[in-house]
């Protein structure tokens, strides 16, 4: 096995209410090779965004380490890149302009490899759009392009469609793995879904939530483009959801209370 | 071969751009429209007004005739007091309202960028903007004389305090999810400043612009007309002291037409600068 790009000992988190400590992740240990696609997934509050935000940098575990490419995060960057649910794009900077950021489109490497990532995400025609006239998916590729723009050695998407309905959803799946397998980038992909956990990930990480933990791990053996309605497809599936059942049995035998 | 290739590019951008693009001359068209019903009751009012006072039913004193008003419009273009007395108010306008104004924008940001500074000035601030406009007038008059000076501060005390809040306020509006997408960008502070928070303040910004410009007109007025030897003010005060009504309402027409004029030009320059926020 090579070395990991990114390492998780024993992170532990807790967030501070004004009585109260509720700890969001109890011993995460985890790692991530270069070229995986890890999905994570586990029901709302398991602390997965969480999880994923602490290895970019925008919080700050309490305990234990969290290294990139052997150097600890110490703080967000473009090596780190990060889609949220909503794209958050700039209203006021057209397509390209969004994607390029900080970077001058005057400037020829930039301009070309802007180009050639609208190409990738599939949005020719649209450069000069504002993100008013964008819908929500054509929006969240023109923030996955600006992420890729800045070469991350991670990247790191954090329910990146949840908001949108299934079509688009099930397409924009399809043109993360086309850009996984042109570019090769590394990613963890937190979701609630579980045919999206198993369509896109090499590896499926399973949470329970009260306090985070790693309840589980699947490698899901089988070749991309992933077909939804095969009997493989729905053997990984049922294994995810035996998963939670076992997660849900073991809340019923700990605290008397469901989930 | 090459428009083969362009033809879809353009429909699925179409199908995308707001309707009015579709069809230019059916927009010209409806606008041309849209401005004539709008001057319809103006005009009306116009005529009727000529037709009253033709035939003695008003009175021409109070209410001169619209082509009596044109006719001292005419003659004070022509002996040259319109333009001289329109210069003064202009310059006095442009300076004021740039001070005041450009103010308000400096000190906006630095207040809304700093939870320091603003503690430090806004509550100040804020009561001296309640401080009725009106009221020190006569003061101002008193302390800078009957020059320049005192109009010029007054119009810039009446410019300062919308450009401020809005500037404040749009500071404040910058949408907080923004900065985290900065953060992982890696933005430096500086940057963070011009390419997010200012962007951000522009609509706040040319809000700001249109109530303080609003502002400065009616400060120019009143500064004119309290204590001056010059400009539109003093030449309508001058006019109402010799009971000379048509000047008088050339005066105010001249105001309202410089007010909207001015008015026009940020909405125009608003049109051009947030484009991306559609219509």
């Known amino acids: 096995m090579s070395a990991a790009l990114l390492e998780i000992e024993n992170l532990n988190k807790s967030f501070r209410t004004d009585s109260k400590s509720v700890q969001a992740l109890r011993g995460i240990e985890l790692d991530v090779r270069e070229g995986e696609f890890v999905t994570v997934i586990g029901p709302s509050g398991c602390g997965k965004s969480t999880l994923l935000r602490i290895i970019a940098g925008l919080e700050r575990g309490e305990t234990g380490t969290v290294k990139l ?15 949220f649910q909503e794209p958050r794009l700039f209203p006021w900077l057209t397509v390209e302009k969004n994607i390029a950021a900080d970077l001058s489109l005057r400037k020829p490497e930039v301009r070309s490899k802007v180009d050639e990532l609208i190409r990738l995400v599939k949005l020719e025609g649209f450069a000069k759009a504002y993100p008013r006239e964008l819908s929500g998916g054509m929006a969240q590729r023109v923030a996955i392009a600006r992420a890729l723009l800045r070469k991350p050695k991670i990247l790191l998407l954090d329910e990146p469609f949840g908001a949108l309905d299934a079509f688009t959803r099930a397409h924009m799946q399809e043109v993360l793995l086309d850009i ?12 609630h879904d579980i045919d999206e956990a198993v369509f896109l990930g090499s590896r499926i990480m399973i949470l329970k939530p009260r306090p985070g933990e ?17 009997t493989a497809f729905q053997e990984y599936r049922y294994r995810v959801l035996r998963e939670f059942e076992r997660i849900d049995e073991l809340a019923w035998g700990e605290s008397g209370a469901g989930i | 071969m090459s428009s083969h290739s362009s033809a879809p590019r353009r429909t699925s951008k179409w199908a995308h751009s707001p309707p009015e693009h579709r069809n230019r001359r059916a927009v010209l ?36 005739t619209p082509s009596v008003i044109w006719a001292s419009f005419l003659w004070l273009l022509e002996t040259g007091m319109l333009g001289e007395s ?55 008059v008193l302390w800078f004389g009957i020059g320049e000076t005192s109009k010029i501060m007054l119009i810039a005390k009446g410019s300062f305090f919308p450009l401020y809040i809005y ?43 249109r109530l303080s ?17 010059s400009g539109l003010g003093y030449l309508m005060m001058d006019a109402r002291a010799m009971s000379d009504t048509p000047i008088v309402f050339v005066g105010i027409a001249l105001f309202t037409l410089l007010g909207k004029l001015t008015d026009m030009l940020v909405v125009y320059m608003e049109r051009r600068l947030l484009a991306w926020r559609g219509s």
């Open chain 1, 69 to 83: 490419s052997g150097e600890p995060i110490r703080g967000p960057g473009i090596d780190k890149g990060f889609i």
């Open chain 1, 180 to 191: 996984w397998k042109h570019n090769g980038t590394t990613m963890i992909l937190v979701t």
């Open chain 1, 214 to 230: 790693i309840r589980g791990q699947i490698a899901v053996e089988l070749s991309y483009p992933r077909k939804k309605a095969s």
């Open chain 2, 29 to 64: 068209l409806r606008r041309a429209g849209d401005a004539l019903l709008g001057l319809l009751l103006p005009v009306a009012v116009l005529v009727l007004w000529q037709w009253f006072g033709d035939a003695g039913r008003i009175s021409p004193l109070l209410f001169p």
């Open chain 2, 86 to 140: 329109l210069g003064v108010s202009l310059a006095r306008t442009a300076a004021g309202f740039g001070l005041g104004a450009g103010l308000g924008l400096v000190v906006g940001l630095a207040v809304g960028l700093s939870r320091v500074i603003e503690r430090l000035l806004d509550s100040s601030v804020q009561m001296l903007r309640m401080i009725p406009h009106i009221s020190v007038t006569f003061l101002f």
């Open chain 2, 167 to 209: 500037t404040f306020l749009g500071v404040r509006n910058t949408d907080n999810k923004l900065f985290e997408v900065v953060r992982v960008l890696g933005y430096s502070r500086f940057k963070t400043l011009v390419r997010l928070v200012l962007p951000a303040t522009v609509p706040g910004v040319m809000l700001g612009i």
């Open chain 2, 213 to 229: 410009l609003a502002i400065a007109w009616v400060s120019l007025v009143v500064s004119e007309m309290m204590g001056s030897t």
